[in-house]
T-cell receptor, first 118, second 110 residues
Framework: AQTVTQSQPEMSVQEAETVTLSCTYD???????LFWYKQPPSRQMILVIR??????QNATENRFSVNFQKAAKSFSLKISDSQLGDTAMYFC???????????????FGQGTTLQVKP | DSGVTQTPKHLITATGQRVTLRCSPR?????VYWYQQSLDQGLQFLIQ???????AKGNILERFSAQQFPDLHSELNLSSLELGDSALYFC?????????FGPGTRLTVL
């Protein structure tokens, strides 16, 4: 069974600085997707970024980028130029693609609470 | 706005009662997933429906059930409620490569 681990329960960063959130996962699959979701105080789950395991290039979305190390089963999120609105809980998630044999369900890590300080 | 809607936003009820949570997926999405977020268990997958049929079950209690209707909206039924069922319940619908979450229903069991 797949597992996802986020070893940093809480982190803080000064506004405008860079922070990296860690995530490791365990799977025997070769084809899968990894995600970072953001959950602000409103509790809405917002997709931040997606990485396909078959792609070697790290995904980037504006100030958010990932460092995907497939062999090490590591998937960290880097937030550049942190803003107060980035304050949230961040969840790393694993998914096997939806197909006849796979459900496409998300398996989440425990989450990291990020506080951006002014 | 993810395009996934959930009602109600908040629900307060007593132990032993039964409630129904409703979800409408994004237009065109056939898959609906239900997740439970509680303080002690984190985010857990409960059940999945695909085009009206149950596809997979996760850590869903026997007191809980769900269905997906021909118009693709889904309902999660929780019965014989216990204090420990208090949680945030999310519905998500699936595109090809990712899931989009509704705003959630916060259930409080008193």
């Amino acid at each position: 069974a797949q597992t996802v681990t986020q070893s940093q329960p809480e982190m803080s960063v000064q506004e405008a600085e860079t922070v990296t959130l860690s995530c490791t996962y365990d799977t025997s699959e070769n084809n899968y997707y990894l995600f970072w979701y953001k959950q602000p105080p409103s509790r809405q789950m917002i997709l931040v970024i997606r990485q396909e395991a078959y792609k070697q290039q790290n995904a980037t979305e504006n100030r958010f980028s990932v460092n995907f190390q497939k062999a090490a089963k590591s998937f960290s999120l880097k937030i550049s130029d942190s803003q107060l609105g980035d304050t949230a809980m961040y969840f790393c998630a694993f998914m096997k693609p939806l197909s006849s044999g796979n459900t496409g369900k998300l398996i989440f890590g425990q989450g990291t609470t990020l506080q951006v300080k002014p | 706005d993810s395009g996934v809607t959930q009602t109600p936003k908040h629900l307060i009820t007593a132990t032993g009662q039964r409630v129904t949570l409703r979800c409408s997926p994004r237009s065109g999405d056939l898959s609906v997933y239900w997740y439970q977020q509680s303080l002690d268990q984190g985010l857990q997958f409960l059940i999945q429906y695909y085009n009206g049929e149950e596809r997979a079950k996760g850590n869903i209690l026997e007191r809980f059930s769900a269905q997906q209707f021909p118009d693709l909206h889904s309902e999660l039924n929780l019965s014989s409620l216990e204090l420990g069922d208090s949680a945030l319940y999310f519905c998500a619908s699936s595109g090809k490569y990712e899931q989009f979450f509704g705003p959630g229903t916060r259930l409080t069991v008193l």
